[in-house]
């Protein structure tokens, strides 16, 4: 179906969506209208080309399916008062409003079900079998690109959970060279819904719409400092380092920490990082499975492999491994 256009009207849901805002503040019907005078015309434009209709079928079909687009907008109004009341309540959403809500949204989903298939069968009587399906296809395709534009919109209801970051990683080496570097960091961001003073916690929202509450030891100075509808950004990097040391490089075994956080008065956050650093000696080689055994200083050891591009030939027993690993918490809350 080659002929349908549609940047039209999914640029009418657009202009819904940019001002979703102030539309969905309205009380009244001005908002409905306004979206549905947008994209009246130019729908039946596209029907109107799609169909090709003879002259023998227009004067049937038409007042026919002015009569089916009314019934069907009905529903659309009704749909989209249920999405205003929605959006007053995000992102507290009670379980009793829930359930009522769901039985809504159903009962208005199987209206427009059952207003389409009695207007088709009205439909039949004026059109062809094959142009009657065709219009059903058009119909369909032109409500679905309403419909997930506007769907894709609207922030899913929050449910309790735990919240999950993204994760991202890397790895570099230096071909032929023995170990390497890998770096993986995790990223959060939450906003926060609600703050108990008294017990010191705080009700985070993810993007995704899950929320967790936490609750934030006595160790945050600025708990004080948090406000409803602060962004909370949790990013935390590791970092794994491996090489081999070269001859007469001292052993630095040990860990350092570092904790530094916002001054008292300011918005909550800090950076803490901890590094340790273990070496371990090379006790036996397996050049044909390409592996390694290590010993390490409290005497546990462990068989390792090692990358196929790394000539062993050149390693010998005795050669000493470092192992250093860097983790780092970054955490900062402010406006979005």
Do not use: C
């Not at 109004?77 to 009670?94: H, I, M, N, T």
């Amino acid at each position: 179906m080659k002929t349908l256009r549609f940047p039209v009207i999914l640029l009418a849901v657009g202009l819904l969506i940019m001002r979703s805002a102030p539309l969905l503040a309205q009380s009244d019907d001005e908002g409905i209208k306004m979206v549905r005078g947008l994209i009246k015309a130019d729908r039946q434009e596209t029907v109107a080309r799609t169909l090709q209709l003879t002259e023998a079928e227009s004067p049937g079909f038409w007042p026919l399916y002015h009569q089916y687009r009314a019934e069907m907008d009905k529903v659309a109004d009704s749909l989209l008062k249920l999405v205003q009341e929605y959006a007053g309540y995000y992102p507290d959403v009670s379980k009793e409003r829930a359930r009522t809500m769901l039985k809504e949204l159903t009962d208005l989903q199987k209206r427009q079900v059952a207003t389409r298939a009695h207007y088709l069968k009205k439909f039949g009587k004026v059109l062809s079998a094959e142009k009657n399906l065709r219009f059903a296809q058009v119909e369909n395709r032109l409500d679905l690109a309403v419909q997930l534009k506007l769907a894709s919109e609207i922030p899913l209801v929050p449910v309790e959970g735990h919240l999950r970051g993204e994760v991202t990683g890397a790895a570099v080496v230096a071909p032929g060279e023995a170990g390497g570097a890998v770096v993986q960091t995790y990223e959060l961001t939450a906003t926060v819904t609600s703050i108990d003073k008294a017990d010191r916690k705080v009700t985070l929202l993810s993007p995704d719409g899950i929320t967790q509450t936490v609750k934030v030891g006595s160790g945050a100075i600025n708990f004080d400092q948090i406000r409803v509808g602060d962004q909370l950004k949790v990013v935390a990097t590791e970092e794994l380092v491996v090489y081999v040391a070269g001859e007469g490089e001292p052993s630095t075994n040990g860990e350092a920490a570092l904790v530094a956080l916002a001054p008292k008065g300011a918005k909550p956050g800090g950076i803490m990082a901890d590094t340790a650093q273990v070496t371990a000696r090379v006790t036996a080689i397996d050049a044909e499975h390409h592996k390694a055994t290590l010993r390490f200083e409290d005497g546990a050891t462990r068989t390792v492999a090692v990358r196929r591009d790394v000539d062993l030939s050149k390693r010998k027993v005795g050669d000493k491994v470092v192992i250093r690993t860097t983790e780092m918490i970054a955490i900062s809350v402010g406006k979005l």
